[in-house]
Every structure is written in structure tokens, then in C-alpha cells.
T-cell receptor, first 112, second 115 residues
Framework: GNSVTQMEGPVTLSEEAFLTINCTYT??????LFWYVQYPGEGLQLLLK?????DKGSNKGFEATYRKETTSFHLEKGSVQVSDSAVYFC???????????FGAGTRLFVKA | GAGVSQSPSNKVTEKGKDVELRCDPI?????LYWYRQSLGQGLEFLIY????????KSGLPSDRFSAERTGGSVSTLTIQRTQQEDSAVYLC?????????????FGPGTRLTVL
């Protein structure tokens, strides 16, 4: 079936460390891929997206590249800040469809 | 402009009671989604509305759950005869059109606690 799998958290890093949150998917067709972020006490908001293979989404220093050959969309940031502490959700939307499948979320803690 | 709003923000109810959760999407957004987020879990798709088309109800977990969208705007999610396992945060989202690349805008959620 169609699914999104992301690495389990929590992930704890020191400020300025390099971040990778892995996300892999299974899907029929060619989905669009998203990363959403949920800061403490706030609603989910879009962080970045990629709509076709080899596209790179980027925002606020975060990047993710749509890799069709490895069915992955890993989230990376070169130097995290305390303010990046949040829960990150990987998601996909099916071609021609509307149902969005979300991963379980990965909680990130960044220590000063 | 105003974002997606949901009410109530918190709801505590007794097992067996019915509850109604409300969502006001962003004006002009034709697509509306309901999700459920249980503690420590990801988002579970419940139902989707797009314009005047028949809604996709494939994610509703049982026939105790139903939703409607009046006038293509406000939506109400109703849970009948609530059970303790219904306790979760219920999230509503809206987007401009049904497009594979369209961003969904989320409301703050309604936290439902069934005692």
C-alpha cells in the first residue's frame, strides 16, 4: 500500500549541529512530497515541498530533494538553532488524488 | 487575512455522548480536510471535501463519524456515541484547489477528551 515512513524520534542535537531526518515513501504513480512542521503550541505549517523527481525544496535553511530512485525525501539543515525545535512531518499527495498521507512525525530537540 | 479556525479548542465529554466540531476554512479555499492526531501518532486522514463534489469519506473510522460542509464553506465533524479511543486532536485544513502541489493550511485543532 501507499505509505510514508520517517525516522523515529526524538532527535536531540546541540545548536549548530547538522540535521538529517530520513523519510521514505511507497506510492503508485508520481506523488508530490512535503515537509510540514509543528512548533510547540502551534498548528502544522508547510516547511517545503517538491512536486517532481529531482526537485529540491528549500526554506528557512532546510532542504529536501525528491529522489525517485530511492523513494526518499530526507530533510536536512546544515546548522540547527534552538528555535528549530519542533515536530517534523513528511507527507505525500497522490497523483490526481487528494488524500495526503502523513508520516508519524519526528520530534527534534535542539539544545543551546 | 484570517487563517483556518476551529471550535471549540478543547472539548471534554462523557463516553456515549455526541460531539460536534466546527471548522471555518480560509475564505475562497475550495478544498477542506479533516485529520485526527492521536498522542504520539501521525495525522490520520478522515474526510475530504472539494467544491460541490461528493466528499471522500474513506478515512472515517466508523459509522459513528460523519461530516458535512454547508455552502462550500464551514464544516462540522460529528462523532456520535463517543468512545474513549476517540480522544485525540482533530485538525482541519483547507487549500485553494485540489492540486497535488497545493499547500494545506491547518487550523489549531480541537482537543477532544472522552472520559
Amino acid at each position: 500500500g501507499n505509505s510514508v515512513t520517517q525516522m523515529e524520534g526524538p532527535v536531540t542535537l546541540s545548536e549548530e549541529a547538522f540535521l538529517t531526518i530520513n523519510c521514505t515513501y511507497t506510492a503508485t504513480g508520481y506523488p508530490s512530497l512535503f515537509w510540514y512542521v509543528q512548533y510547540p503550541g502551534e498548528g502544522l505549517q508547510l516547511l517545503l515541498k517538491a512536486t517532481k523527481a529531482d526537485d529540491k525544496g528549500s526554506n528557512k535553511g532546510f532542504e529536501a530533494t525528491y529522489r525517485k530512485e530511492t523513494t526518499s525525501f530526507h530533510l536536512e539543515k546544515g546548522s540547527v538553532q534552538v528555535s528549530d525545535s519542533a515536530v517534523y512531518f513528511c507527507a505525500l499527495t497522490f497523483t490526481g488524488g487528494f488524500k495526503t498521507i502523513f508520516g508519524a512525525g519526528t520530534r527534534l530537540f535542539v539544545k543551546a | 487575512g484570517a487563517g483556518v479556525s476551529q471550535s471549540p479548542s478543547n472539548k471534554v465529554t462523557e463516553k456515549g455522548k455526541d460531539v460536534e466540531l466546527r471548522c471555518d476554512p480560509i475564505s475562497g479555499h475550495t478544498a477542506l480536510y479533516w485529520y485526527r492526531q492521536s498522542l504520539g501518532q501521525g495525522l490520520e486522514f478522515l474526510i475530504y471535501f472539494q467544491g460541490n463534489s461528493a466528499p471522500d469519506k474513506s478515512g472515517l473510522p466508523s459509522d459513528r463519524f460523519s461530516a458535512e460542509r454547508t455552502g462550500g464553506s464551514v464544516s462540522t465533524l460529528t462523532i456520535q456515541r463517543t468512545q474513549q479511543e476517540d480522544s485525540a486532536v482533530y485538525l482541519c485544513a483547507s487549500s485553494l484547489v485540489n492540486d497535488r502541489g497545493d499547500e494545506q493550511f491547518f487550523g489549531p485543532g480541537t482537543r477532544l477528551t472522552v472520559l
